[in-house]
């Protein structure tokens, strides 16, 4: 009897509960299923869904009138250009810092950093496209910052979202420049730091600042903004942190 009575408890939460839409860029798809849980531990009646996309596409969206009420981006730009423009309740705020790895399938003499991506054998290098993804943009500083752009313009492959970038490097290209945080992921665990993945020298590029920001959706909405402090608080950047985030 008691079985029962909680069975129809937990079937009228389910029923009843408020759901909310998250715009998400795609590097955070590694650690937002672990924040999604945390989240909905603290508030059953709150049932969360996430809508991935590189940050650009998912601001075109916003724009366009998608019902998203909280915006996490891949960097502070496009959360800014939307608060600019009034599509966002109030200003954003970083919420975590994203950096960048090198990665292969196979094992590498990584001790040669980025110039690794002029050897020969390498005929192509997965990177976001820096047009639409914060990370193609921290990527193609980094590639421009060791001097290699001439040399190896040819070998790139541009992903869509980071999230495409790391699937070209398991199946289209010979190495990948991609979200540090990916290589915290369960299927990533395999894979050996300095055999098949470095973190890329932080001083090829700019750490990307992560902006989050709540949209005019979201106003007056309740559980919208209990997700956004959520976002914000020391429970969820320990998430972060276990996914290689820093901040």
């Keep these: 009897m008691f079985k029962f009575i909680l069975m129809l408890l937990l079937l009228s939460v389910s029923l009843f509960a408020e759901r909310i839409t998250i715009a998400v860029a795609a590097n955070v798809s590694y650690a937002i299923n672990e924040l999604k849980a945390e989240f ?7 049932k969360v869904r996430i809508v991935f996309g590189s940050s650009g596409k998912l601001t075109a969206q916003i724009r366009n009138g998608a019902p998203y009420g909280v915006f996490m981006s891949a960097n502070m730009k496009y959360p800014e250009a939307l608060f600019k423009d009034g599509l966002a309740v109030k200003k954003p705020t970083v919420y975590t810092e994203g950096t960048l790895a090198l990665f292969s399938l196979k094992p590498r003499d990584f001790s040669q950093g980025i110039l690794l991506l002029k050897d020969k054998n390498i005929r192509r290098i997965a990177i976001a496209n820096p047009k639409t ?17 001439q040399d190896i ?23 990948g420049l991609i979200a540090k945080a990916s290589m915290y992921s369960e299927k990533m665990k395999d894979y050996k730091e300095n055999i098949h993945w470095i973190s890329l020298d932080p001083s090829l590029y700019t750490i990307i600042n992560q902006g989050i920001v709540l949209l005019k959706y979201s106003e007056n909405i309740e559980s919208y903004k209990a997700f956004y402090n959520f976002i914000l608080s020391t429970e ?12």
Excluded at 236 to 247: H, N
């Design 40 to 46: 909905e531990k603290h508030n059953p009646q709150i």
């Design 133 to 149: 993804a914060p990370y193609g943009t921290a990527a193609m500083q980094a590639i421009k910052s060791a001097g290699l752009y």
């Design 153 to 175: 313009e040819s070998k790139l492959v541009y992903g869509e979202s980071i999230s495409q970038t790391l699937s070209y490097a398991f199946t289209a290209t010979d190495i």
């Design 236 to 247: 969820a950047k320990q998430i972060f942190k276990k996914y290689g985030y820093t901040l």
